[in-house]
């Protein structure tokens, strides 16, 4: 599970009762960026939850195209590819109406060996909803241990 406050990134093994905690101060996708520079983790969705999803989306693509038409769950969707160095592949299934909210991502690591992909498919947005800040906070087990976060190598 990962938490964040607006303060402290929490993440949390809730299976190995285990979690660790960075200090960040700033927006949902500086935090992202920071926990993805410092750790070196991968956050595939992270475009969704910048500031401007469909400039963070298109940072660094060198190509794309229309693909053509498709239909999920019973919406009419444009399909997209695009190619981003090194070896990233992006497929966008987005709605063909004036929401264009994403509906299908696809992600290929070329580069990789074994060239992983990331799949996520997504329904039933509610758009405009306020949650309490409260709904952000991990309910660390009981007996969890702190961890500290290792940083990715250089």
Request: some cysteine.
């Amino acid at each position: 599970e990962i938490g964040y406050d607006g303060k402290t990134l929490t993440i949390c093994n809730v299976t190995a009762k285990r979690y660790g905690t960075m200090s960040i101060t700033s927006s949902v996708e500086t935090m992202l960026r920071t926990a993805s520079e410092k750790m070196g983790i991968d956050f595939p969705l992270a475009d969704l939850l910048a500031d401007r999803p469909g400039q963070s989306f298109l940072e660094g693509v060198i190509t794309g195209i229309k693909v053509g038409d498709a239909t999920i769950e019973g919406q009419t969707c444009n399909h997209f590819f695009f190619v981003q160095p090194p070896g990233i592949e992006l497929e966008l299934w987005s709605e063909a109406n004036d929401r264009a909210l994403p509906r299908r991502i696809a992600i290929t690591y070329r580069s990789i060996p074994g060239e992983p992909q990331f799949l996520a498919e997504m329904s039933d947005w509610k758009l405009g909803l306020n949650p309490p800040n409260d709904a952000f906070v991990i309910k660390l087990p009981a007996d969890a241990t702190r961890v500290e976060a290792r940083e990715k190598s250089q």
